[in-house]
């Protein structure tokens, strides 16, 4: 049987790690948005946190993610994309034109580097939104802190 949500039809694109922006995105998902996570193969953070099944990593992390990793990875579909590639980028440009929001969770300044700031995002997608969710914020003494809090 398919659950439709009361977000049934929102498709999400999401850059994230742990553990605050994961959350809220599975959120999400759990009220029917399409919520599409791209992962980078060299940066898994969040599937190195534990708690570990029989309380260690065991030799092949990858395979035997802590149980936040996967509680903030429910209910998403992803993929490993590399966006500092040219094709990378490319393929993710791709996928923006076909969502409706896209989420990221780097420290400020990041999605600008990488040329997926909202200005540019709207190239591509006019009707775009974004939400950046930092640690400390945009601005001030501390934005340029990163943080692994759920909040």
């Not at 949500?5 to 994961?22: F, K, M, N, S, Y």
Request: charged fraction near 20%; hydrophobic fraction near 40%.
């Amino acid at each position: 049987m398919t659950k439709i949500g009361i977000l049934d039809g929102i498709r999400v694109l999401t850059l994230e790690q742990v553990h605050a922006l994961p959350w809220g995105t599975a959120f999400l998902a759990d009220f029917g948005a399409q919520v599409i996570r791209v992962e980078s193969v060299d940066h898994m953070q969040d599937r190195r946190s534990g708690p570990f099944p029989e309380g260690r990593a065991g030799e092949e992390w990858w395979n035997e993610g802590g149980n936040l990793a996967y509680f903030g990875a429910r209910n998403k579909q992803s993929l490993c994309l590399e966006t500092v590639h040219p094709l990378g980028k490319e393929v993710f440009l791709k996928l923006v034109k076909n969502c409706d929001v896209v989420t990221d969770n780097f420290r400020p300044g990041t999605m600008r580097r990488l040329g997926f700031d909202h200005e540019s995002l709207v190239q591509v997608n006019p009707s775009i939104i974004t939400l950046s969710c930092t640690a400390y914020g945009h601005t001030g003494p501390w934005r340029a802190a990163g943080s692994r809090a759920r909040t």
